[in-house]
């Protein structure tokens, strides 16, 4: 792992927010497609021993992503993303809502805006997490959503190095 890349995970309660800016040592299509390709998403949108499971995905505005993070015993904790904004390797937009395995969502939902960019061979991205309910946020947070996250984005990044030298 680069030390030298930025990581940085605030929660800002006041305005119910989370915002994290992470820089991973690879370019710009290949983190876009680790974010919007389900095969990939796959691999790393879960913390271990815990797996991403998709049962379906269509990754348009309009469309949505159903998962389930899948625990080593075969719990299953659905949620649903459903995209709001889209523009192509710079940004997209999705409501994301816990729901149950016949996909009803679990609200209020969390609004997620992720922004990519490149520079010198790093691309940066930074999501923004708004919460319309602080109890939601809370709850996110007493989940272990910082230290979940931080895992899977670590997870990602060991990827995004194995996928760079593939290609």
Do not use: C
């Not at 390797?89 to 996909?103: C, I």
């Amino acid at each position: 792992m680069n030390n030298n890349l930025l990581f940085d995970f605030t929660v800002d309660k006041t305005t119910k927010t989370v915002f994290i800016n992470r820089e991973f040592a690879a370019g710009l299509s290949l983190v876009w497609d680790a974010f919007t390709k389900q095969e990939i998403l796959d691999q790393w949108w879960a913390p271990k021993p815990w797996a991403s499971k998709t049962k379906f995905m269509n990754f348009e505005v309009g469309g949505r992503r159903f998962y389930a993070m899948v625990s080593p015993e075969g719990q299953e904790h659905w949620s649903i993303q459903k995209y709001t904004s889209i523009s192509p390797t710079t940004n997209f937009k999705m409501l994301n809502a816990f729901a149950d395995k016949d996909e009803n969502p679990v609200l209020p939902g969390s609004d997620w805006d992720f922004n990519f960019s490149e520079q010198n061979g790093t691309t940066k991205v930074s999501i923004t997490i708004y919460n319309e309910s602080l109890e939601r946020m809370e709850k996110m947070i007493e989940m272990g959503f910082q230290g979940g996250f931080t895992m899977t984005l670590n997870y990602l990044e060991n990827l995004l190095t194995t996928l760079s030298q593939r290609s």
